[in-house]
């Protein structure tokens, strides 16, 4: 089972400022990474995916780097919405199919 | 558009069992693969099944216990419960991956609470 491990678990920001999520696999998933937003009592909504991939309608502040085990979700200017749970999660090597523990970022 | 509209969830006893539903519009579903995903309260995302056409998968937390199955001419998919735990409680999705590769997801159905407690 791939072990994804994400870091920090909590970010304390202000709006405006930069934003930058670790997601770190326990072994190489090339490229097969997602990441997903999620709000209180809301599901979770794809952002990024195939590592650097948008999904449909994700605004460009939004933006994954990353390839093997090291990835990064880079969020470029953040906007009140933007303060969230962040999860990452490894389509590359299953069953399972895995994912973070989750970074949440709050408001500083 | 697509949908997917979950039903089902409820209160129930350790050892007893559930049924959830969800039932999908806007695309083919028979032809995509569809996932069960849990995330206990507080706590974050949990892969429970898949199933692509009559191909099944399962979490070892799950596997025996828990039964995906898809009603093609219904547009819904199921997750038959039985032998429920307290651990088993949980918000639990439905999702797709409809407009990108199978193995991600970029729509989820609502959310369905299945609660186990004596």
């Known amino acids: 089972e791939i072990v994804l491990t994400q870091s920090p678990a909590t970010l304390s920001l202000s709006p405006g400022e930069r934003a930058t999520l670790s997601c770190r696999a326990s072994q190489s998933i090339n490229y097969s990474l997602a990441w997903y937003q999620q709000k209180p009592g809301q599901a979770p909504r794809l952002l990024i995916y195939d590592a650097s991939a948008w999904a449909t309608g994700i605004p460009a502040r939004f933006s994954g780097s990353g390839y093997g085990t090291d990835f990064t979700l880079t969020i470029s200017s953040l906007e009140p919405e933007d303060f969230a749970v962040y999860y990452c999660?490894?389509?590359?090597?299953?069953?399972?199919?895995?994912f973070g523990q989750g970074t949440k970022v709050e408001i500083k | 558009e697509v949908q997917l509209v979950q039903s089902g969830g409820g209160f129930v006893q350790p050892g007893g069992s559930l049924r959830l539903s969800c039932e999908a519009s806007?695309?083919?579903?028979?032809?995509?693969?569809m996932h069960w995903v849990r995330q206990a309260p507080g706590k974050g995302l949990v892969w429970v099944s898949r199933?692509?056409?009559?191909?099944?998968t399962y979490a070892d937390s799950v596997k025996g216990r828990f039964t995906i199955s898809r009603d093609n001419a219904k547009n819904t998919l199921y997750l038959q419960l039985n032998s429920l735990r307290a651990e088993d409680t949980a918000v639990y999705y439905c999702?797709?991956?409809?407009?990108?590769?199978?193995?991600?997801?970029?729509?989820w159905g609502q959310g369905t609470l299945v609660a186990v407690s004596s």
């Open positions: 999702a797709v991956g409809y407009n990108i590769p199978e193995g991600f997801f970029d729509y």
């Open positions: 806007g695309f083919t579903f028979s032809s995509y693969w």
């Open positions: 199933i692509e056409r009559d191909i099944t």
């Open positions: 999660q490894q389509g590359g090597t299953w069953p399972p199919w895995t």
